[in-house]
C-alpha cells in the first residue's frame, strides 16, 4: 500500500511572492492529506521577495513520473516578467496535458499566457493589457476581469487575491468540507471579528 501523500507542487523562481502562496501552502500542509514540495529549475534554493531562503526539493528536469500529483502552484514574484523560463513552461505543457490541475497569481499568470497557456482557457491576471504585450498570447476573448477565475483544471488570480486563490485552490483539492471552506474564506476575507 503506498503511504506516501499526494503532492501540490509550488514552482519557485528568484524573488517568488512568499505571501501569494502562504494561505495555500499553511492549510495544506497542516491540515489536508497533501504534502507541499517546491520545485524550480535547478536545486539551489530560492529567495523570495520577502527575503526567505527556500529550499528546493525537486529540479523540473528530474521530476518525471506524475501519479502522485495533485496539483502545480505557482506564486507571483518578479523574475517571470524578466525570465523566459522555457523549462518550466514546457513542464506545466505537460502537467496540463496530464489534467493536472494549476493553478497561477500574479507575475505567473503573465508568464503562462506568454508561453500560450492562457489561450483556450478562461482565465485572469493583473491587467489585460499586460496580457496583451505577451508575444504568445492570443487569448483575449477568454479573459474575465476577476479576482480569480477557474476553467477547465486551471486556477488563475490577480495579485490582490491571495485569500480568494488559496480558497478556489482549497475547493479543487477537498481540502474540507464546502461549510468549513465557507467559514475559512469568511474569516479570512472579512475578519473573524466584526
Not at 499526494?6 to 494561505?23: M, P
Not at 496583451?132 to 483544471?153: H, L, M, R, S, W
Request: contains cysteine; aromatic residues 12%.
Amino acid at each position: 500500500m503506498n503511504n506516501i501523500k499526494n503532492e501540490v507542487l509550488i514552482v519557485l523562481t528568484e524573488q517568488w511572492n512568499d505571501w501569494e502562496a502562504s494561505y495555500t501552502i499553511a492549510v495544506i500542509n497542516s491540515f489536508s492529506d497533501y504534502e507541499v514540495k517546491t520545485i524550480a529549475v535547478d536545486d539551489s534554493p530560492k529567495k523570495s521577495m520577502g527575503g526567505i531562503n527556500a529550499s528546493v526539493d525537486y529540479s523540473i528536469n528530474d521530476y518525471q513520473n506524475f501519479n502522485n500529483l495533485a496539483m502545480v502552484i505557482l506564486p507571483g514574484g518578479l523574475s517571470w516578467e524578466k525570465n523566459d523560463y522555457d523549462g518550466i513552461a514546457e513542464f506545466i505543457k505537460m502537467i496540463m496535458k496530464a489534467h493536472i490541475p494549476v493553478a497561477a497569481i500574479c507575475g505567473a499568470t503573465t508568464f503562462l499566457c506568454k508561453h500560450g497557456l492562457l489561450n483556450n482557457v478562461k482565465h485572469t491576471g493583473d491587467s489585460l493589457e499586460l496580457f496583451k504585450n505577451q508575444e504568445g498570447y492570443t487569448g483575449e476573448v477568454f479573459y474575465i476581469p476577476a479576482q480569480v477565475v477557474v476553467d477547465n483544471k486551471v486556477i488563475t488570480a490577480n495579485e490582490t487575491a491571495a485569500v480568494q486563490f488559496a480558497y478556489e485552490i482549497f475547493k479543487v483539492l477537498n481540502i474540507d468540507s464546502e461549510e468549513e471552506l465557507v467559514q475559512w474564506y469568511d474569516n479570512f476575507k472579512n475578519g473573524a471579528i466584526r
